[in-house]
Each structure stands twice: as C-alpha cells, then as structure tokens.
C-alpha cells in the first residue's frame, strides 16, 4: 500500500464518519463489500455479525447513526498492509477499535472486518 493512499483513507474516513455524511463514508467501498462486526449483531440483529452489499451495511450505520448522534472518531494509528489498511481509532464512547479494511484493484474497500476492546 502506497503510503500517500494509506494516510489518505484513514483520514478521509475518519473525517466522512465525525462528519456523519453517510455516501461519503460509503464512498470508499465496493458495492458489494462485505462488512463484520460484533456490533452488527447487536445493533442489525444479524446473527452472523456480517452484511453483505452497500444497500445493507448502508441500513445498519444508519441506524448507529441515529443511536449515538454525538458519535465521534479519533484517529490514533494506522497501518498498511499488502492491499489492507488497518485503522486504529477511539470510537463510539471512547472505545478502543481496530479496524481491517481488504482492497481491490480499484483502492476500493472489498471486505471490513471491525475489533473491539471487550
């Protein structure tokens, strides 16, 4: 990963979600990118912590959205991987996330998987 594109998206990511522009933030992903989370489970009652697809991850930070209208994202490293980016933030409520993001050829994000401090 090019070290200009790596700065570019966590910043740019981290600003599209304190901004709380929704096609910003899923501008930087495929269509039918593939997004898991514990907090999907709990928040889109998807058992598999897992959505498939713009249109279903879109309904499922929407409605975070709505739940934690102060949300606020706090950058504190980040990493490069071969195609992947690993951010690593202070999230909803202060709480620690590292967040995996896989690339296609298009510096489009193909799959996201999201970690939490328990």
């Known amino acids: 990963m090019d070290k200009a ?14 901004a709380h522009d929704l096609d910003r933030i899923l501008s930087h992903y495929s269509d039918q990118f593939e997004m898991s989370s514990p907090v999907i489970i709990q928040v889109a009652g998807e058992p598999t912590g897992t959505l498939q697809g713009k249109l279903a991850v879109r309904a499922y930070w929407k409605k975070a959205l709505e739940l934690i ?45 999201a970690h939490y401090v328990l």
């Open 5 to 18: 594109f790596v700065e570019y998206f966590a910043a740019d990511w981290i600003d599209s979600w304190n």
């Open 69 to 113: 209208p102060d949300l606020h994202f706090e950058l504190l490293q980040v990493l490069a991987g071969v195609n992947s980016i690993t951010v690593h933030y202070k999230g909803a409520r202060g709480r620690l996330v590292a967040e995996v993001f896989h690339f296609g050829p298009d510096q489009k994000v193909t799959k996201a998987f």
